[in-house]
């Protein structure tokens, strides 16, 4: 392996010499993530392989090219798993591009993000130079946690050598619940019970019906059946819904047009916008799926709708692009990216534009 990052570096000195643009890539399963894509593919798979995985430790550390499904069989042999439950949106998926990608599952809002069990992290800069950061402990004091600021840079800021990630034991138990409701009702619900001691894990309305998970230890699982009523969803036909909605092969995602993805306080109202919604983590992931492609002016329209109920859009898949993909940053925001781009790729050949 340490020729195949020797590989990498001098791929890497001698772009940023030439000034030639590299795409940091590993199986390319969010490929159409982002904005545009650009620059000589370098590919992340061959450095691949789990370095470390204490069970007792809850932390895994692997390099970047390694499959997530390799990282969830080692985790599901013994009784673990990632909690923030990372889409793979394709058989290529890898731990890099996750960390990378920053994208969470179901479980997010009630177990965290993925920069939220980022421990630790090696990059390697626009110099070709190996930096580490954080650790495999939960707790760390060594300067700037620079190791969760890369989880969700898209490559933008340098190549993602290795990752230490805190891993969780699987729940004792798990049941789904149904309830028909209207969006309205179904907001007011998850508001009240998102404020008691519920083992909830993950929620989605669509289409007049709420889908609730619960998750933990069997007698408090048993209670909040109890508590809360609904109508009990057979395991496997829970295990396929909560499955597609982390893959988005759920019906909701099928079909031609745009799909928006807006975030928002758990406690606002339903946004008035033209088009089909799907909610997910108790009100604060709400999709929305438009036929046709928002021009700018479209885009600005839902964007201002957004955020006057406090919160922010981005242009998740398809969609005219040219109106730009990610929530626009205020200037001193945006300065800051800009600098902190500059301090690890002065030359700026990493994923040139995939964000801004």
Avoid at 160 to 165: C, Q
Wanted: aromatic share 8%; net charge neutral; hydrophobic share 45%.
């Amino acid at each position: 392996m340490q020729a195949i990052a020797e590989q990498f570096r001098q791929r890497i000195i001698n772009a940023s010499a030439a000034g030639t643009p590299l795409r940091l890539r590993g199986g390319g399963s969010k490929d159409w993530y982002g904005q545009q894509l650009a620059g000589e593919v370098l590919d992340t798979r061959p450095y691949a392989g789990i370095i470390d995985y204490e069970p007792t430790e809850l932390v895994i550390t692997a390099r970047c090219g390694t499959p997530l499904v390799e990282i969830e069989a080692a985790l599901a042999a013994r009784n673990q798993m990632l909690a923030f439950e990372p889409p793979h949106f394709g058989p290529g998926a890898t731990v890099g591009g996750t960390v990378a990608c920053a994208l969470s599952g179901p479980r997010r809002a009630s177990a965290g993000a993925v920069r939220d069990f980022v421990l630790g992290a090696v990059l390697m800069d626009g110099h070709g130079e190996r930096l580490a950061f954080g650790g495999q402990v939960m707790k760390n004091v060594a300067g700037y946690d620079v190791s969760r600021l890369l989880a969700g840079s898209l490559g933008t800021l340098g190549l993602i050598l290795e990752v230490s990630l805190k891993v969780l034991p699987l729940p004792l138990r798990e049941a789904s619940l149904q309830f028909e409701c209207a969006e309205i009702a179904a907001l007011r619900m998850l508001n009240e019970w998102g404020g008691q001691p519920l083992p909830i894990s993950a929620s989605c309305w669509h289409d007049g019906v709420l889908t609730l998970r619960l998750s933990g230890a069997e007698a408090a699982v048993t209670a909040a059946q109890q508590r809360l009523g609904g109508a009990a969803v057979a395991a496997q036909e829970a295990a396929i819904f909560w499955s597609a909605l982390r893959e988005q092969t759920h019906d909701f995602f099928k079909g031609p047009g745009s799909l928006w993805r807006l975030s928002l306080p758990p406690h606002a109202s339903a946004v008035i916008l033209k088009g089909r919604q799907l909610i997910e983590w108790g009100g604060a992931q709400r999709w929305l799926k438009i036929d046709g492609d928002a021009d700018a002016a479209g885009a600005q329209r839902i964007r201002q709708s957004v955020a006057a109920a406090g919160g922010h859009a981005i242009l998740f898949r398809g969609g005219d692009k040219t109106a730009g993909v990610f929530q626009p940053l205020a200037p001193a925001v945006a300065a800051i990216h800009a600098r902190l781009a500059r301090s690890f790729d002065p030359a700026g050949i990493f994923n040139p534009h995939r964000m801004y």
